[in-house]
């Protein structure tokens, strides 16, 4: 079994799919790695000034190269 690819307080860019087209891309910090879910492993992701958590898939976030 493959390890989680980003460390929770990790900043990365969020990409959403067309599945959420709700929501919006854009620079979040990794709040609690998930379990593996349909062979991948999601995140609860927060955006600046949000309460509210969201979920993300691996493949959908980005390492940054330095924080903004």
């Not at 709040?31 to 958590?53: H, K, S, V």
Request: aromatic share 8%; glycine share 8%; charged share 30%.
């Amino acid at each position: 079994m493959s390890a989680h690819k980003f460390q929770v307080g990790q900043i990365v860019q969020y990409t959403p799919t067309l599945r959420f087209s709700g929501a919006a891309s854009g620079i979040y910090k990794v709040a609690r790695r998930m379990p593996e879910q349909d062979g991948e492993f999601t995140y609860r992701i927060l955006g600046r000034g949000e309460m509210q958590e969201r979920s993300a898939r691996e493949s959908e976030l980005c390492e940054l190269d330095e924080a903004p």
